[in-house]
């Protein structure tokens, strides 16, 4: 495919730079769901750089410890903890191990796997809505317990996605999930408001990466041949862009911002055609012959 004509949307400022004074998350710790690879360590990254300590939390030893190395280098205390968000006892462990009540906690861990929805098994189903929704639900109850039972301020960041809103064709689980996972943010945000928790939202739009799972990579690899021209800002998105605005969240200079749910995306999610593209269906889409055949 030729290189556009246009200049799309500006690239961001290099890595290592930030808008936040140095030292805005010092004596603060943040706890990041699936902070051992992907967005989610790129969004641990960015706490770290401005002073955080960490908890990082997934089902993976190795790969927590590998992040672990990597995000200590940048000077705080990072402890890594194997839990399977799904389980909410392992959960109440993860937080009586942690060196203090972690300040912010970021629901990043999430899951999700293209599928048509007549495909879907009742097990896949649950896989995805399990992790999503109610693995995201456990971490905010027993943070939300916590904080309130210590009498203490937090914030809560729950990674979205923009099928939230508008439904997720090839995605029914993840898109369901996401669906409530914005919906807590308004609820609890209401809720805990009063004993100063914030519960905000953040929405990744197209940020690949090499961690992605293979059936994750592999669709966009199958949809996006020329993915930065296939997008309004004509690029992907920067893991960096995502941890910025994480770290402004939930910040001192965003007290007053709960209940929303912030879209990094470079306006993909708003994209309408003047002249609508031909339907192909999902199952086409993704190279499936005909159901039941
Ligand atoms: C696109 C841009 C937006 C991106 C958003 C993102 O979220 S990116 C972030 C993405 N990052 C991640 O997703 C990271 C974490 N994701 C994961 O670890 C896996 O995707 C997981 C959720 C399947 C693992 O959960 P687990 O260990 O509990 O699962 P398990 O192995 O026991 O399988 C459970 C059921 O699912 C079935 N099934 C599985 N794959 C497929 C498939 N491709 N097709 C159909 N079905 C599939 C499997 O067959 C089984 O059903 P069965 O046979 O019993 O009826
Ligand atoms: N990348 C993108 O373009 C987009 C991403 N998103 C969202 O961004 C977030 C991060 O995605 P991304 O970094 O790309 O995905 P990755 O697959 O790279 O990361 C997912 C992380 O979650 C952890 N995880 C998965 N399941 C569990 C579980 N049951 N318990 C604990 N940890 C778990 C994984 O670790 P382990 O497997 O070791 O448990 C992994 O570290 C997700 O919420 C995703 O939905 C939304 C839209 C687009």
């Not at 389980?87 to 629901?107: G, K, M, Q, S, T």
């Not at 109610?134 to 971490?139: A, E, H, I, Q």
Request: glycine letters at 12%; a negative charge; hydrophobic letters at 40%.
């Amino acid at each position: 495919m030729t290189e556009n004509a246009y200049p799309g949307l500006p690239s961001p400022p290099p890595l290592g730079a930030s808008a936040l004074p140095p030292g805005t998350y010092e004596g603060h710790t943040v706890l990041v769901t699936g902070g051992g690879s992907g967005l989610g360590k790129a969004i641990a990254t960015e706490f770290a750089r401005l002073g955080a300590d960490l908890v990082i939390v997934g089902r993976t030893a190795d790969r927590l410890k590998a992040a672990q190395e990597e995000l200590g280098a940048l000077g705080g205390r990072v402890t890594a903890s194997v839990c399977d968000i799904r389980d909410p006892e392992r959960i109440a462990e993860v937080f009586d191990a942690a060196p203090v009540l972690p300040d912010v906690l970021v629901n990043n861990a999430a899951a999700n796997f293209p599928v048509p929805a007549e495909d879907m098994s009742p097990n896949a189903w649950r896989a995805v809505v399990d992790i999503t929704l109610t693995g995201t639900w456990f971490m905010t109850r027993e943070f939300g317990r916590r904080h309130l039972a210590a009498g203490t301020p937090g914030s809560v960041i729950n990674v979205g996605a923009s099928y939230a809103w508008t439904g997720g064709p090839g995605f029914a689980h993840s898109a369901a999930a996401k669906a409530g996972v914005k919906n807590l943010v308004e609820t609890l945000a209401v809720e805990w408001a009063p004993y100063g928790i914030q519960v905000n939202g953040l929405v990744p739009g197209l940020f690949p990466h090499a961690d992605l799972p293979e059936a994750i990579r592999g669709n966009l690899e199958r949809t996006d041949d020329d993915k930065a021209s296939r997008q309004p800002a004509l690029r992907v998105g920067q893991a960096r862009e995502l941890g910025w605005a994480a770290t402004f969240l939930a910040s001192p200079y965003a007290r007053f911002v709960s209940g929303h749910t912030m879209v990094v995306d470079g306006a993909n999610w708003q994209r309408r055609n003047v002249v609508n593209a031909p339907v192909v269906p999902v199952r086409e889409q993704l190279g499936r012959g005909p159901y039941g055949q």
